[in-house]
């Protein structure tokens, strides 16, 4: 044993060069902020993982050709269509839109409820066949049936366009949650043309107004999930040729984004809009077309996330987002006092 002591000893020294003295005191903050490897060793274990064989991390499943499948805050619930509203919320829902749609047009509100799918709604080719699928509609599927039937306020089904445009290119980011620039147009173009109905003159940029910029590749969210550097992505870019007179202004509360937008056209009808990361693309399109823009994220603290900014702000248009794994929260926002 006493031949491997020089060994021990100089792999000692050498980390004790790498590590800080605090971190160790096992301190697991120190630990996660100074252990300079760190990186390196959960990209070197994931790209093990991966060369074994192994397709699950932690909220993550990889699929072919580097596509990688979220499957947390209920995604892969929604694409196995196993986690459905009971007929008791669909009816809340419906009642409360209702009643909510019918206040706001008796100030000449426009309400606009628009829901961006998940990924997997979108590309459920892309989700590996060992995942099942258990059931017969999907809660977005579910919800946009009911409302056709029973409710006066209808969701602005943004799925037929998005399908008809992956034909042509990727809309959605292979290593990230979210759409790309591609796929937030889309939504902007099907929104604009929705409000045009109340608002005739609204309507969207041509895409050819927008020049395509390709960043760098990085890592987006689900590769940073894994930690690998392994399948970093270009982001997608609209980059606008027409001159832009909107202004904005973020505030950040508990983490959360609260923004205001300006523009100094009067004859602009002015907005209220609802949203979650799905609309941070979406809002430099939209805030063009309102003199005044009021851009509250879900879930903001301090109360802010409620309807209240509609009596405050006085606007024409109210647009409510949620993302189809959000669904279920729907009605803490239209009716916050129904249980």
Do not use: C
């Amino acid at each position: 044993m006493k031949k491997y002591y020089p060994f021990l000893l100089i792999v000692v020294f050498l980390g004790m060069l790498l590590v800080p003295l605090r971190t160790l005191a096992l301190d697991p903050k120190a630990i996660e902020e100074s252990f300079y490897p760190r990186g390196r060793l959960i990209d070197w274990t994931a790209r093990v993982r991966l060369w074994l064989g192994d397709r699950v991390f932690p909220k993550v499943i990889v699929g072919d050709e580097g596509w990688l499948v979220y499957t947390s805050e209920s995604d892969i619930e929604d694409y196995q269509k196993a986690d459905l509203f009971s007929d008791e919320e669909l009816a809340r829902i419906q009642k409360s839109l209702d009643k909510l749609s019918a206040r706001y047009a008796e100030q000449g509100i426009t309400l606009v409820v628009v829901v961006p799918p998940n990924k997997n709604s979108i590309y459920p080719e892309r989700v590996p066949a060992r995942v099942p699928v258990l059931g017969e509609q999907s809660k977005l599927e579910q919800l946009v049936e009911y409302l056709g039937q029973h409710g006066q306020t209808q969701l602005l089904d943004l799925r037929p366009a998005l399908i008809a445009a992956k034909a042509e290119r990727e809309i959605y980011y292979a290593t990230d949650t979210h759409w790309n620039d591609y796929g937030a147009y889309i939504a902007y173009a099907v929104i604009m043309t929705e409000l045009q109905k109340t608002h005739p003159n609204l309507a969207p940029h041509p895409i050819s107004d927008f020049k395509v910029v390709t960043r760098a590749p990085e890592q987006l969210d689900l590769a940073e999930n894994i930690g690998t550097t392994l399948y970093e992505e270009a982001r997608i870019q609209f980059a606008p040729q027409y001159e832009s007179h909107t202004t904005y202004k973020n505030v950040t509360v508990g983490g959360r984004k609260l923004m205001f937008s300006y523009n100094p056209d009067p004859s602009l009808p002015r907005m209220v809009l609802y949203h979650d990361s799905f609309f941070f693309r979406v809002i430099p399109l939209l805030g063009e077309h309102f003199s005044n823009g009021t851009y509250v994220q879900n879930y903001i603290a301090g109360g802010l996330w409620s309807l209240s900014w509609v009596d405050e702000q006085k606007p024409d248009v109210v647009i409510i987002e949620m993302s189809e794994r959000y669904l279920k929260d729907l009605i803490l926002l239209i009716d916050p006092e129904t249980k």
